[in-house]
């Protein structure tokens, strides 16, 4: 990753209103929607600010959510307790300003939500997200997600092997 960023809470005085990463409806949620989420608490949104500029670059939401462990792999599933369900961290969306594309932000993004979530201090199997094409499903799969059996859009990384990266 080029250039000096920080990741943070999304705040108030974070300026929204330029921030286009190329889609539509990841521009408007960051811009109307991600400062109500996170005063519901049902997701929580980060930012990576330039330091240079004090812009936002980019931004990703993490919340609690569950799967169950029938859309596991076999391999994954054996290795946990029979439940019904398994608790993950659920990115929500993921956005880099396109000012900031192909300086590996995503990346970095995605690499402080799964040590967010390894930190948590909440029992937390795995990252899970929904891609939203192709792109984005390559880029996952490039960071070592696999696909759901009964979602291929749906993607998972159990926190297990994020702690053997870090």
């Known amino acids: 990753m080029t250039g000096q960023f920080r990741i943070e809470a999304l705040a108030p005085e ?24 996170m005063r519901r608490r049902t997701s929580a ?3 990576a600010i330039d330091e240079a ?3 936002i670059a ?3 939401t993490l919340a609690a959510g569950s799967v169950p462990l029938t859309d596991l792999s076999e391999a994954m599933a054996k290795k946990l307790p029979q439940y019904p369900l398994v608790p993950v961290a659920r990115i929500g969306r993921l956005a880099v300003s396109v000012a900031f594309q ?11 939500a799964g040590l967010r979530a390894m930190q948590s201090g909440m ?10 094409g192709k ?21 998972v990384l159990p926190i297990a092997t994020l702690a053997k990266k870090n």
């Not at 799969?141 to 859009?153: A, D, T």
Request: aromatic share 16%; hydrophobic share 40%.
């Open 135 to 155: 792109t984005a499903a390559a880029f996952y799969e490039h960071h070592g997600f696999v696909s759901f059996s009964s979602n291929p859009l749906t993607y």
């Open 14 to 37: 974070h300026d929204r209103a330029a921030f286009a990463c190329g889609s539509d409806p990841l521009d408007k949620y960051l811009r109307e929607q991600a400062s109500q989420d």
């Open 58 to 60: 980019g931004y990703y």
């Open 123 to 132: 029992g937390v199997f795995a990252l899970v997200v929904d891609a939203k």
């Open 102 to 112: 192909k300086r590996r932000l995503g990346a970095a993004l995605l690499w402080d």
């Open 53 to 55: 500029t004090n812009a």
């Open 45 to 47: 949104c980060y930012v």
